[in-house]
């Protein structure tokens, strides 16, 4: 029975043909998913219990007005902001369950787990990829993915949202609000527990 791969509410886009959940390994340390979008909070839950001493970040994008002055500084693009924030594994958990909703549907916003004693990460990106990072072995990792059905593919069986853009099928990201607040509101709360701007990063 073909999946029905949903799409997140930030994100619009007209076909997604031969779209399903699914992933692919790019090496031994790297796992590269696309994941449809009421499948994304649990895998992350899971696979975040597998992150030694981790940590919490967020990408969200400059405003005009630091895009402006980062104009004005000869640097051209857009950027990203980056805030990070030391957690538990009970804070994390506490993060998904209040925020993971407003943060995996938001179509500007990329976030995800590090740790801060190995290379480790989860990174929820644009049009719904994942990676996930272990650099001496990211077995664990894929067994989360088997516990939650999602299949391996070969690379030329994988499809991505993103590879499916062209001229007659864009693609449109924005903001989203859920329960009265979006991303912004996330990042004054959560400062509030110590969430620190760390960088400005510009997008690819």
């Avoid at 630091?66 to 980056?82: F, P, R």
């Avoid at 924030?85 to 179509?107: K, M, S």
């Avoid at 990460?121 to 072995?137: G, H, R, T």
Wanted: hydrophobic share 35%; with cysteine; net charge negative.
């Amino acid at each position: 029975m073909q999946e029905d791969f949903k799409i997140i509410e930030g994100l619009n886009i007209a076909e997604t043909s031969g779209v399903k959940s699914s992933y692919v390994k790019e090496n031994s340390s790297e796992i590269k998913c696309v994941i449809s979008a009421e499948k994304i909070k649990p895998i992350i839950k899971k696979a975040v219990k597998l992150i030694k001493k981790p940590y919490f970040f967020l990408e969200v994008p400059c405003t005009d007005s630091q895009e402006e002055k980062l104009s004005e500084k000869g640097e051209s693009g857009t950027h990203m902001q980056l805030y990070n924030l030391e957690v538990t594994y009970d804070v994390a958990n506490a993060i998904l369950d209040r925020y993971g909703d407003l943060l995996i549907n938001d179509g500007i916003t990329n976030f995800g787990f590090g740790s801060l004693l190995n290379e480790t990460e989860i990174y929820i990106m644009p049009f719904q990829n994942i990676m996930l990072y272990n650099k001496n072995d990211a077995s664990n990792f894929e067994k989360v993915l088997k516990d939650c059905n999602i299949p391996e593919l070969k690379s030329e069986q994988f499809i991505t949202l993103d590879s499916l853009l062209s001229k007659d099928n864009p693609a449109d990201r924005v903001l989203v609000e859920l329960d009265g607040e979006t991303v912004f509101d996330v990042i004054e709360n959560l400062k509030e527990v110590g969430l620190t701007f760390c960088d400005t990063i510009k997008e690819n």
